[in-house]
């Protein structure tokens, strides 16, 4: 079986055709188009199925990661979106929380609130009540869909999003208020919060359903178009999409609800890494995705990704099981520059695809940390993806010397290694901001970087936060690509619960999770598929009474599940990420969740053999480490067998990324062809 896997990222799209039957893999990377995404994937599904040798109907399936969602909100490019609400809470999307205003930065005097989402004219008021337990206090009247309808016409909106007040609790009038508005407008995109995001919380459940209908319409317009170009080209296979959390869904379940796609990019590399983690048997990793615009770090804890059901976006709070990836702007592509204080700044600004750094030759005049690792020696400027694209040495040291170097009164070479290691630091401490803010130490991590710049930093990274094990994986540069490939498909649901724990039952929890589990059954219905071979994983989101956030709880619905058993489970999880317990306050559930999981069956091929027979470096390269340039021996990653161990210092290249690793580090390859750096004793 044939399989094609999409990551479009901020500077490249990354392609990766794997055949699982004779287990072959191959991979490329086009630029990408901002302009128009689709154009980009579809040049590199042309030029994968031709490097292959393949034909277009052998394939059968592609999975596609894209930014698309996080561009619309980030370049505030999203639909003309209407909001209906409560009588009386037009406002919600200003009023926010009062206590938290979703600032990066509580003690910024300059601070300015952002303009709200939707404007206050097509805010629009619905003259209906529900109460806190789902009881009708004023009835919907239908009388006064027309006048709605007219006045969204008259707007001329592409979106509509309906947040009325505990809908979660009983959505009966948003569904009849949705019902009306799709059969009247029936070009505008209508989305709704009890189907988007049923919980508790006005503000976070109605910014949620109002991002998720900023992006619908041109969401599901890239989505259709996708496809259907894809049909042109021949390819009949299933067309599936990467969510939020790290599985894959089909166009019907992601055109609805396009929220989900918001991290689906970082999220692929992810998910390649999880599932690396459990072939190898490796607990607890760290993984940092490098890319051209930002840096991506994650946590991997027994096995299993770490996933939170609330993000913010733009200092907007949208609600949806993510993958929990701290993002900074420290990609290839950043930019450095000095700032008023006289001070070196890396990002968050980046060069992107268009122009690049410097040295790709496109018209770039800023420099990057991938023009100051090319001047340092970390990146070959004659074997940078094969020779495909040149890198102009020349005019990186010009860009790092006007604006950088000179203004110092450093050398060139000087001024390269003060980016790189901020950069580097920047990194570590987002890491830290990950791990050790949450009550983790990131020394019990090994350490797992990916995408082009991932193992270009990792050594330094390692070394900042005493990591001694740090995973190389197969196409470092193209991780999240082939993430979407091996991915399983992925469906969450929840259940608004609300309830202490001891005013619970097991035969009132068990009938919750009944419910959750016929909603199951109509999600996998709609996407065509069924129970055969899904795992079934439950989770009790809890908090102490009064507490405003909280923490996620495993429940085995195969064991006895009591409400003493969640109430401990919480006191584990409070005790590590608060470090303290309230043994007597009530444990209150909020929310009771399911997520689905239909495993993908893949054969993955080795990319290492042989027995690891004494190697001998192809030539030596000159690097900068630690101030000083040495002469580096290099090794091609290709050439090396599973078994083979290399002493540092060493340089193993390969065409989407480079490590280089120093003398208090050894290199050693395992039967996968996965580089093991581990620090000498």
């Not at 910024?108 to 209906?128: G, I, T, Y």
């Not at 400027?381 to 950088?404: N, Q």
Request: hydrophobic share 40%; net charge negative.
């Amino acid at each position: 079986m044939k399989r094609i896997g999409i990551d479009v990222g901020g500077t490249f799209t990354d392609v990766v055709l794997i055949d699982d039957g004779p287990g072959r893999i191959w991979f490329t990377k086009v630029a990408t188009t901002p302009q128009d995404p689709a154009r980009g994937a579809l040049e590199g599904i042309r030029k994968i199925v031709s490097q292959a040798g393949a034909d277009y109907a052998e394939i059968a399936r592609i999975g596609h990661g894209t930014t698309i969602a996080t561009n619309l909100i980030v370049e505030g490019k999203g639909a003309r979106t209407a909001l209906l609400t409560t009588k009386g809470f037009r406002d919600i999307l200003e009023i926010r929380r009062v206590s938290r205003h979703d600032r990066a930065d509580l003690y910024d005097l300059f601070f300015r609130n952002p303009a709200p989402l939707v404007p206050r004219r097509l805010r629009l008021e619905v003259d209906e009540r529900i109460a806190f337990d789902g009881e009708v206090l004023q009835p919907l009247d239908p009388a006064q869909f027309q006048d709605l309808g007219a006045v969204l016409k008259e707007a001329g909106v592409e979106a509509v999003a309906i947040c009325l007040l505990h809908a979660h609790v009983n959505p009966a009038h948003e569904q009849a208020v949705a019902a009306f508005l799709q059969k009247a407008l029936p070009d505008v995109f209508v989305t709704s919060s009890s189907d988007v995001n049923p919980e508790m919380y006005e503000y976070e459940r109605t910014s949620t359903t109002v991002i998720n209908g900023m992006i619908g319409p041109k969401c599901k317009r890239y989505i259709a178009t996708f496809e259907q170009e894809v049909g042109r080209l021949g390819i009949d296979g299933e067309v599936l999409f990467m969510q939020s959390n790290g599985g894959l869904a089909g166009a019907p379940l992601v055109m609805d609800r396009p929220v989900t796609l918001l991290e689906s990019g970082p999220a692929g590399g992810v998910t390649a890494a999880v599932k690396l983690c459990r072939r190898i048997g490796v607990e607890n990793a760290i993984t940092g995705d490098m890319g051209g615009t930002t840096f991506d770090v994650s946590m991997i804890h027994a096995g299993r990704p770490q996933l939170r059901t609330s993000t913010v976006l733009q200092t907007v709070t949208v609600r949806t099981p993510t993958i929990d990836i701290e993002s900074i702007g420290a990609g290839g592509g950043s930019i450095a520059r000095i700032d008023e204080a006289g001070g070196v700044r890396i990002g968050p600004d980046s060069a992107g695809a268009v122009p690049g750094p410097v040295c790709y030759g496109r018209g770039g005049t800023d420099p990057t940390i991938t023009d100051c690792n090319l001047i340092l020696g970390y990146i070959d400027p004659d074997g940078f993806m094969d020779g495909e694209l040149e890198l102009d040495i020349a005019a990186a040291r010009r860009a790092v010397d006007v604006h950088l170097a000179r203004p110092l009164g450093v050398s060139i070479e000087e001024a390269a290694r003060i980016v790189r290691s901020i950069g580097s630091s920047l990194m570590a401490q987002a890491i830290r901001l990950l791990t050790v803010e949450r009550g983790f130490d990131p020394r019990d991590f090994a350490y797992i970087p990916f995408g082009g710049g991932g193992p270009v930093h990792a050594i330094e990274i390692a070394d900042e936060l005493d990591i001694d094990h740090v995973i190389v994986p197969n196409l470092p540069g193209l991780l999240s690509a082939f993430g979407m490939l091996i991915a399983d498909q992925t469906y969450d649901l929840q259940q608004p619960v609300l309830a202490n724990l001891d005013e619970l039952t097991p035969a009132r929890l068990q009938a919750l999770m009944a419910d959750l589990k016929r909603k199951a059954d109509d999600a996998l219905a709609a996407g065509g598929e069924g129970w055969s071979g899904a795992v079934a994983r439950y989770s009790a989101d809890c908090r102490y009474a009064g507490q405003a956030e909280t923490l996620s709880v495993d429940i085995d619905p195969a064991a006895d599940v009591t409400m003493d058993t969640i109430a401990s489970g919480f006191a584990v999880e409070h005790q590590r990420h608060w470090n303290f317990t309230r043994k007597t306050a009530p444990v209150t559930l909020v929310n009771l969740r399911l997520q689905v999981t239909l495993p993908t069956v893949l054969n993955i091929p080795a990319q290492a053999s042989g027995a690891g027979d004494e190697v001998k470096p192809f030539r030596h390269r000159a690097v900068v480490i630690g101030g000083e340039r040495q002469e580096i021996a290099c090794y091609r990653r290709e050439a090396l067998g599973a078994g083979t161990t290399i002493a540092g210092p060493g340089i193993i290249e390969e065409r989407s990324s480079s490590l280089v690793f120093t003398k208090d580090w050894t290199a050693s390859l395992d039967g996968e062809g996965n580089i093991h750096v581990k620090r000498n004793p």
